[in-house]
């Protein structure tokens, strides 16, 4: 996202409340992408990489860069509830999702997601670009050409209002509640995960892990549940 009367460039990240962002820093603010005119195609293939070549380069260098990141667990179920999940879960009865045995047969349900995300990372094909978009680490949607995280503030999901409110001093917004979008019925993250899921988090986001610190589990869990 860009502002060019505020000076600000967010770069957004799926499933790291997105909208909810965009729609609390107008007016004024597009969509980078849209704004620079890159195809979608491109823009899942270069990510950060592809928006900062089209930039002006004292764009980049002089507007105020910022992003928020998530925990890697809490992400990855909503990864899963927004690819595969949420349109027929959101239709039940919240008695009926709560079941244990919902709950068993959604653990199931995500390990086997979880072990489809390596294959969308390594494949290339527009068929799946969409999923590829969603699940990729937050890290390449950040990382400039050289490999770095040239940005100037990178907030987190877990306190995303106290985030955003030195967000908004930066770029000499007025104060603002951040809008809340894409609730969902999602139980706290941890309950989807056992010790197989766990690990194959670690292993997929490992440098996600690293470079922004995050760990199973959150102290915070009422943190975790899905804004975007």
Known sequence: MINHRHRFICIDIPRVASRSLYLSLQP??????????????????????????????????????????????????????????????????????????????????????????????????????????????????????????????VGRFEHLQRDFDFVCRQVGLDARRLEHVHKSRCRLYTDYYDEEAKDLVAQIYARDVETFGYAFPETDHAASREVD
């Open 28 to 153: 004024g603010t597009t969509y980078l992408a849209d704004d620079l005119g890159i195809p979608y195609l491109e823009e899942v293939r270069g990510k950060a990489k592809a928006r900062i070549a089209r930039l002006e380069p004292e764009v980049w260098r002089e507007y105020y860069k910022f992003a928020f990141v998530r925990n890697p667990w809490s992400r990855a179920v909503s990864m899963w509830w927004f690819l595969e999940t949420g349109a027929v879960r959101t239709r039940l009865p919240a008695a009926v999702a709560s079941l244990p045995f919902v709950l068993r047969s959604d653990r199931r349900r995500f390990l086997r997601f979880l072990k489809k995300i390596p294959g969308y990372l390594s494949d290339d094909r527009e068929d799946y670009f969409h999923e590829r978009w969603h699940v990729a680490p937050q890290h390449e949607h950040l990382i400039d050409p050289q490999g770095e995280l040239a940005l100037d503030f």
